[in-house]
């Protein structure tokens, strides 16, 4: 059996899942403090405090996933890792657009977690594309 896991990709997934942290800490804190200076509707108010936990539970989903799928080199767990990391790049871009304020030196922190996301969205279907293909 050749191994066809990636220690690179594992490599891009502990860099993303870092700043996914430092990423949700800081929009927990912008969160509260934009809702508590700031008037914003009922509904997008109380989204607006719950959707950096939802997205950290997502991105810590897509790391447990992506990283399973890479070492068991298993395709079911990396298209769950696949469909994971869009729902991740959907919450950046949640906060980059529809979130009630926005402040201008977010916007870059939203725009390199799409970058990176982006970038292990590539590595993963790569690599799924290689699990795919070894099957046979």
Same mark, same amino acid.
């Given at each position: 059996?050749?191994?066809?896991?990636?220690?690179?990709?594992?490599?891009?997934?502990? +860099?993303?899942?870092?700043?996914?942290?430092?990423?949700?800490? #800081?929009? &927990?804190? !912008?969160? @509260? $403090?934009? /809702?508590?200076?700031?008037?914003?509707?009922?509904?997008?108010?109380?989204?607006?405090?719950?959707?950096?936990?939802?997205?950290?539970?997502?991105?810590?989903?897509?790391? +447990?996933?992506?990283?399973?799928?890479?070492?068991?080199?298993? #395709?079911? &767990?990396? !298209?769950? @890792? $696949?469909? /994971?990391?869009?729902?991740?790049?959907?919450?950046?871009?949640?906060?980059?657009?529809?979130?009630?304020?926005?402040?201008?030196?977010?916007?870059?922190?939203?725009?390199?977690?799409?970058?990176?996301?982006?970038?292990?969205?590539?590595?993963?279907? &790569?690599? !799924?594309?290689?699990?795919?293909?070894?099957?046979?």
């Amino acid at each position: 059996h050749k191994v066809r896991s990636n220690v690179f990709f594992y490599f891009i997934l502990i +860099l993303v899942i870092f700043w996914d942290f430092v990423i949700a800490v #800081i929009s &927990v804190v !912008l969160q @509260a $403090l934009k /809702l508590y200076y700031f008037y914003a509707p009922t509904s997008p108010r109380n989204f607006s405090m719950v959707a950096p936990f939802l997205w950290f539970f997502i991105c810590v989903l897509k790391f +447990l996933a992506a990283k399973h799928g890479n070492k068991s080199e298993n #395709i079911t &767990v990396t !298209l769950i @890792a $696949l469909v /994971l990391i869009v729902g991740s790049i959907l919450m950046e871009v949640y906060f980059m657009v529809w979130q009630p304020y926005l402040w201008k030196w977010e916007f870059p922190l939203h725009i390199v977690s799409v970058v990176l996301d982006g970038i292990i969205f590539i590595f993963a279907f &790569v690599l !799924l594309i290689i699990f795919a293909v070894s099957r046979k």
